[in-house]
């Protein structure tokens, strides 16, 4: 069994201690990895024995070194990879084929792919047709120097276009727009950085994507990365990372978030219930994280709120600090409340990503909100361009109640004393915002 220790998301410092003991080989995978992370090299993680039994095994996972912050007052990614058992995914592709799932196989991917969630989230024809032109940013901390070559094998797995410097469609830049002059390497933030870049690439394979990578993982080389994802033209840009709020944050906003025009989505956290920042920021989406499953409904899935523990699954809550928006109307938070909206999050349920820096070059499978931030930037980039000086958070509020979402009625992500905070509800509540997409209409201005 694996077990996780995290204190509080709103604990000062932007500090979040994970320790896992799901097996040996998973704690000594993820000591190598924290040691690249110290020394900025290049780790060898413990590789993953294939195993295969009779029946399927509880899936395990821990978190990515990057969830870790290196310096104090550094914000933390917020994405988790599953190191071991048999995944959703898996158990559907055995059902199916009538064969036994094989747990912790590299060579595969065990965690869903582009159709699945173009189909759960009803995109299947507009990630077909819509998307040219339209450019997501994905911003992290560090660089990944297989990045690209990673996303060129993710893309081929699935019959996807290619995406590449040399066509075009695929821009690495540094936090001040230089293609050359780039952060050092980083092998935790770089599998943030495989997850983000495919699932960009799963919900909206015809866009382009602009991966600005900051100098590091303050608010502030984060921030800059940010304006400079929209100096440069992105209309949508991703942000999987956050923090505990303070009394900066206010000056955050008005600094690196307020974007009119632009769609500005970042992950809740994965501390189960509180307040991250920037998620708790007025002028972004913020990204909730569900359980999704096959199911025999008309839909054809099922989703509810991510928990694995009391203190891990997706964030929540009521800020501190940021103001409320005017299109936010609950009445049990007289500021911001997070999140609006949400996406597949759960490990067990993961998706797929291709990741060969810091790890054995292959197939993982990945949760954790850091997933759901960038499929619904892609689908903000589905959607078309936010008109001008809108603010695209707002989009989601206006359809709210309508088929254009998923409502999410089923869950938790911990003890609240105002229940809608913590506890998913029919209409809004605050795991999982308005709920997750069903097509385009509620993410169109």
Not at 99 to 113: F, I, L, Q, R, V
Request: proline share 5%; net charge negative.
């Amino acid at each position: 069994m694996r077990t996780t220790t995290l204190n509080s998301p709103t604990t000062p410092g932007r500090w979040r201690r994970i320790t896992s003991t799901a097996a040996t080989a998973a704690a000594t995978t993820a000591a190598l990895l924290l040691a690249g992370l110290a020394t900025a090299t290049h780790a060898t993680a413990t590789p993953q024995t294939p195993a295969t039994s009779s029946a399927t095994t509880k899936v395990t996972w821990t978190a990515t070194p990057c969830a870790t912050p290196k310096h104090k007052g550094d914000l933390a990614c917020n994405s988790v990879r599953v190191t071991g058992g048999t995944t959703a995914f898996e158990k559907q592709r055995a059902a199916k084929s009538g064969t036994t799932p094989k747990a912790g196989d590299a060579t595969t991917p065990s965690g869903y792919g582009p159709s699945d969630l173009q189909d759960a989230y009803g995109l299947t024809s507009a990630a077909a047709s819509n998307g040219d032109g339209e450019t997501i940013a994905i911003v992290d901390a560090y660089d990944d120097p297989n990045a690209e070559a990673d996303l060129a094998k993710y893309r081929s797995q699935y019959g996807l276009s290619a995406c590449t410097t040399a066509n075009g469609c695929f821009k690495k830049v540094g936090q001040t727009g230089s293609t050359t002059s780039l952060p050092s390497a980083d092998s935790g933030w770089g599998q943030e950085i495989s997850l983000d870049v495919d699932m960009a690439s799963a919900t909206c394979p015809n866009c382009n994507i602009l991966l600005v990578e900051a100098s590091s993982a303050s608010m502030e080389d984060l921030g800059t990365a940010v304006n400079e994802a929209v100096k440069l033209g992105a209309k949508y840009v991703s942000n999987s990372y956050g923090g505990s709020e303070s009394s900066s944050d206010a000056s955050y906003d008005s600094a690196y978030f307020n974007h009119p025009g632009v769609a500005i989505t970042v992950s809740a956290g994965d501390s189960a219930y509180g307040a991250e920042y920037p998620a708790a920021s007025r002028y972004v989406t913020a990204v909730g994280g569900t359980k999704l499953s096959s199911s025999s409904t008309s839909r054809g899935w099922t989703e509810s709120v991510w928990k694995t523990s009391s203190t891990e699954g997706t964030g929540s809550g009521c800020s501190s600090y940021d103001t409320k928006p005017s299109w936010q109307t609950d009445s049990g938070c007289g500021k911001r409340m997070i999140a609006d909206v949400s996406a597949v999050a759960d490990p067990a349920t993961g998706v797929s990503v291709y990741d060969s820096y810091g790890v054995t070059a292959g197939w993982y499978t990945f949760g954790g909100t850091s997933a759901s931030a960038p499929i619904i930037a892609g689908v903000y980039a589905l959607a078309g361009t936010p008109s001008s000086g809108s603010y695209p958070a707002q989009f989601p509020y206006a359809a709210a109640g309508t088929s254009a979402l998923n409502d999410v009625t089923s869950g938790n992500n911990g003890t609240c004393s105002t229940s809608y905070f913590c506890t998913a509800r029919s209409g809004y509540d605050g795991p999982t915002g308005w709920g997750t997409p069903q097509g385009l209409d509620a993410f169109t201005g």
